[in-house]
């Protein structure tokens, strides 16, 4: 078991470069979420799927756009970057309510 | 709404100390209780959970008891080791409301030799 995959792990962008966050879990969990974090803030939630097929937006949702490719996987896309999206992206996944599961990470830096 | 409030750090103590991180919460239904830890460059991961009140959850020496009657999930551990320095986050799922868990912000624990 894998568990929670992201890729990449690094990633530095110009501002106004586009780019896709890729995650997957092999745990057959219905809900997936998309974080952000930022030194100070803690975890701010961006966007979450409740299930395949649904999507919806978290506190942060201002310049992402997710997908929910599937029951495994949710990419979560930045249109146009600006320096103000650069920090620490986590993926999770869960059943209904229950504990989470965590990706290791993407460290994305806008500049 | 739902909120999650944990003391605030860093927390720095010596090797073999009592460590005690508060939580309190809010909940508008009968949530399930988590701790998860966060050890530098990586991603959460579940550190304990308790679902109904009166419950202890416990793990790697750590421990939390469900308080209802004073809304809290304070985690403690009796000797606290170099390898526990990271970032605590106390969270609830609250499992008649909506989908989203709620957070605290999280508590740096740093341990020193």
């Known amino acids: 078991n894998a568990g929670v995959t992201q890729t990449p792990k690094f990633q530095v962008l110009k501002t106004g470069q586009s780019m896709t966050l890729q995650c997957a879990q092999d745990m057959n969990h219905n809900s997936m979420y998309w974080y952000r974090q930022d030194p100070g803030m803690g975890l701010r939630l961006i966007y979450y799927?409740?299930?395949?097929?649904?999507?919806d937006k978290g506190e942060v949702p201002n310049g992402y756009n997710v997908s929910r490719l599937n029951k495994r996987e949710f990419s979560l896309r930045l249109e146009s970057a600006a320096p103000s999206q650069t920090s620490v992206y986590f993926c999770?996944?869960?059943?209904?309510?229950?504990?989470?599961?965590f990706g290791p990470g993407t460290r994305l830096t806008v500049t | 709404g739902d909120s999650v409030t944990q003391m605030e750090g860093p927390v720095t103590l010596s090797e073999e100390a009592f460590l005690t991180i508060n939580c309190t919460y809010t909940?508008?239904?009968?949530?399930?209780l988590f701790w998860y830890v966060q050890y530098p460059g990586e991603g959460l991961q579940l550190l304990l959970k308790?679902?109904?009140?009166?419950d202890k959850g416990s793990n790697k020496g750590f421990e939390a008891t469900y308080r209802k009657e004073t809304t809290s999930f304070h985690l403690e551990k009796g000797s606290v080791q170099v390898s526990d320095s990271a970032v605590y986050f106390c969270a609830l799922s609250d499992r008649g409301g909506s989908y989203i868990p709620t957070f605290g912000r999280g508590t740096s624990l740093i341990v020193h030799p």
């Open positions: 308790a679902t109904k009140a009166d």
């Open positions: 909940a508008t239904g009968y949530p399930s």
């Open positions: 999770a996944s869960s059943d209904l309510r229950s504990e989470q599961y």
């Open positions: 799927s409740a299930s395949e097929g649904t999507t």
